[in-house]
């Protein structure tokens, strides 16, 4: 089945440093990619996605391009700020496009 | 703006004890969806919802899960007989758009004794 391998965290930067959080998917055609934020107390909100191949999603900033040859969905943000400290989902939906399967989530911590 | 709210926020009980984990989604959604994350480990799909049914179910929700919706605005997940390894993190989703957008509520903290 469709799956998604985010990198490891924590992830701690200095505010208005660039943001890499690498995703890599692996699926049955195309499916879409998201992005899921936790802020802390919060629920998961989805911060951006894309549909297809080729795709930027964007939103706050952050910045994410549906790359099917490298099967990658990198998230990107090039000032980070305090308040985007939190915990950052990669996913996809499953092949029936009925759920969404989750990476295991990296944490950012940002300080000033 | 509205949101999907879940309660209780934290939850401690004995293993082999039942739990009933309650959310209330956005009124005029029309899917459902509860997802579960161990400490350490991705969010999981459990179960969809759908129409008073259960439209789709992952091998995680075996026989000790159940859902519902008792009175058209709650949505419940029971554990009939809790295990140490239930404890986790436990989502609910809801949406309208298409399965694809879903708005998560904060989660219930669920710690098996």
């Known amino acids: 089945g469709n799956s998604v391998t985010q990198m490891e965290g924590p992830v701690t930067l200095s505010e208005e440093a660039f943001l890499t959080i690498n995703c890599t998917y692996t699926?049955?055609?195309?499916?879409?990619l998201f992005w899921y934020v936790q802020y802390p107390g919060e629920g998961l909100q989805l911060l951006l996605k894309?549909?297809?191949?080729?795709d930027k999603g964007s939103n706050k900033g952050f910045e994410a391009t549906y790359r099917k040859e490298t099967t990658s969905f990198h998230l990107e943000k090039g000032s980070v700020q305090v308040s985007d400290s939190a915990v950052y989902f990669c996913?996809?939906?499953?092949?029936?496009?009925?759920?969404?399967?989750f990476g295991k989530g990296t944490t950012l911590s940002v300080s000033s | 703006e509205p949101e999907v709210t879940q309660t209780p926020s934290h939850q401690v009980t004995q293993m082999g004890q039942e739990v009933i984990l309650r959310c209330v989604p956005i009124?005029?959604?029309?899917?459902f969806y509860w997802y579960r994350q161990i400490l350490g480990q991705k969010v999981e799909f459990l179960v969809s919802?759908?129409?008073?049914?259960?439209?789709?179910k992952s091998e995680i929700f075996d026989d000790q899960f159940s859902v519902e919706r008792p009175d058209g605005s709650n949505f419940t997940l029971k554990i009939r007989s809790t295990k140490l390894e239930d404890s986790a993190m436990y989502f609910c989703a809801g949406d309208g758009d298409s399965p694809e957008t879903q708005y998560f509520g904060p989660g219930t903290r669920l710690l098996v004794l």
């Open positions: 894309a549909t297809k191949a080729d």
């Open positions: 009124s005029n959604h029309l899917y």
């Open positions: 996913a996809t939906a499953n092949q029936a496009g009925t759920a969404l399967i």
């Open positions: 919802f759908y129409n008073n049914e259960i439209s789709e």
């Open positions: 699926a049955t055609g195309y499916p879409s």
